[in-house]
């Protein structure tokens, strides 16, 4: 199975701030990857597809990038309604899996 | 709109089985992959597999297979997942998720099932 290794698993920051999360593929995936905002008791919402694609309705404070098997998620201003979880989804390969997730806080 | 109604909370006893379901409206059932995701208290994100209600093709995470079983009702534009054995591991919050125009964009509400005796 894929690994994806996400990092941190915790963040806390403040408003305005310059926030990026990460996932480390353990094999090629190309940009099949999906990144996923989910808030405390809410079913996870996609922000971004095939790695750099903002998902419809997604501010545009939102990015994704790739570097390799790096892929991050960057908040550029960080606002108070992003705080909550993140998590990566590979589909390049079969089982889909997911990262571990991040719980971003406010400081 | 699109819509996933997910069905209620579950308490069931260990060993035994449960059948969730996640009824969708507002686009063509038939002609999008459903997908089923586990969340496990406190834990991440697994994806257990898809079904294709137009033909009932599924897609098993390997993890799961002979935990779960994916079926479709196309009358009642319904998935379903059945949830065999349980056990304590099992205590989760099930969604369902359609790919309607990109894979995983619209999802139920979650049902969470909790395996006690």
């Known amino acids: 199975d894929i690994q994806m290794t996400q990092s941190p698993s915790s963040m806390s920051a403040s408003l305005g701030d310059r926030v990026t999360i990460t996932c480390q593929a353990s094999q090629d995936i190309g940009n099949n990857l999906i990144w996923f905002q989910q808030k405390p008791g809410k079913s996870p919402r996609p922000m971004i597809y095939y790695a750099t694609n903002l998902a419809n309705g997604v501010p545009s404070r939102f990015s994704g990038s790739r570097s390799g098997s790096d892929y991050s998620l960057t908040i550029s201003s960080l606002e108070s309604e992003d705080m909550a979880d993140y998590h990566c989804?590979?589909?390049?390969?079969?089982?889909?899996?997911f990262g571990g997730g991040t719980k971003l806080e406010l400081k | 709109q699109v819509q996933l109604q997910q069905s209620g909370t579950e308490l069931v006893k260990p060993a035994s089985s449960v059948k969730i379901s996640c009824k969708a409206s507002?686009?063509?059932?038939?002609?999008?992959?459903m997908h089923w995701i586990r969340q496990q208290p406190g834990n991440g994100l697994e994806w257990i597999g898809w079904i294709f209600p137009g033909n009932g093709n599924t897609k098993y995470n390997q993890k799961f297979d002979g935990k779960a079983t994916l079926t479709a009702d196309k009358s009642s534009s319904t998935a379903y997942m059945q949830l065999s054995s349980l056990t304590s591991e099992d205590s989760a919050v099930y969604f369902c998720a359609a790919a309607i125009s990109n894979y995983f964009d619209y999802w139920g509400q979650g049902v969470m099932v909790t395996v006690s005796s």
């Open positions: 989804l590979q589909y390049k390969q079969y089982p889909w899996t």
């Open positions: 507002g686009y063509t059932f038939t002609s999008n992959y």
